[in-house]
């Protein structure tokens, strides 16, 4: 049973995350404050932490400097700014919820966290690696250097290599590294991602589907399925 830490100093917004999770099948531990968080961090090792920003004690800048080192760390936070958002993000959360949030869509992100963390790990296919820890990216052996746009949109892509996105379904899985949120972004973003992977191993490996969207390369994917 996967354990989640619930770090949330409203006692109403914890117990009602604590209830969802627990309906989940999930096991859940709470901490009401950030020193609270620090101490529990000494003596469990939770496999995911979500962490909301504002806190007593210390603050959730600290517990996120710590809590990353064991799991990976869901923000769930007021704060709309995209600049604050980016921040935490290159600080190490590996995702950034705004309250108030859809439940179905939380244990969506969830369930991506927990997959990627303790199933996937390194993402490999068709001579295309991507290491969701370090950030770094090899096509064919040699190094791409990835914007975190970029690099988001290619694990997107990685991780369900057989679905057709649209422009929207990718924004709705980037959405915290595409700051204008403008669906002609993302256009922008796979023809620079696309770029950048060919030029390295002379492969395609973002296929446009039209009229629809786009898809890791098919051939690509059909090879190792």
Not at 46 to 63: F, H, R
Not at 97 to 125: H, W, Y
Request: hydrophobic share 40%.
């Amino acid at each position: 049973m996967k354990k989640i830490a619930i770090v949330e100093d409203d006692e109403y917004i914890g117990g009602m995350l604590s209830e969802l999770l627990r309906g989940e099948g999930y096991e859940t531990v709470r901490a009401f404050s950030g020193s609270e968080a620090l101490l529990l961090f000494g003596q469990i090792k939770p496999d995911l932490v979500l962490l909301d920003l504002m806190l007593p004690g210390a603050s959730g800048e600290e517990v996120l400097k710590e809590a990353k080192k064991l799991c990976p760390v869901i923000i769930l936070s007021a704060k709309t700014d995209v600049g604050g958002k980016v921040k935490n993000l290159n600080a190490g959360a590996s995702d950034y919820i705004t309250k108030p949030f859809d439940n179905e869509e939380l244990l969506a992100r969830i369930a991506v966290q927990l997959r990627t963390e303790g199933g996937r790990g390194v993402l490999s296919l068709g001579g295309l690696v991507l290491d969701p820890e370090t950030y770094e990216v090899t096509a064919a052996g040699m190094p791409v250097r990835l914007t975190k746009t970029e690099f988001a949109i290619l694990r997107v892509f990685m991780e369900h290599p057989k679905k057709v996105f649209s422009k929207s379904a990718v924004l709705d899985h980037i959405e915290n590294f595409v700051p204008d949120g403008e669906e002609s972004s993302v256009s922008v973003h796979i023809s620079n991602l696309r770029k950048k992977l060919e030029e390295a191993s002379g492969e395609n490996y973002i296929d446009t589907v039209w009229g629809i969207g786009f898809r890791f390369s098919k051939e690509k994917a059909d090879r190792v399925s």
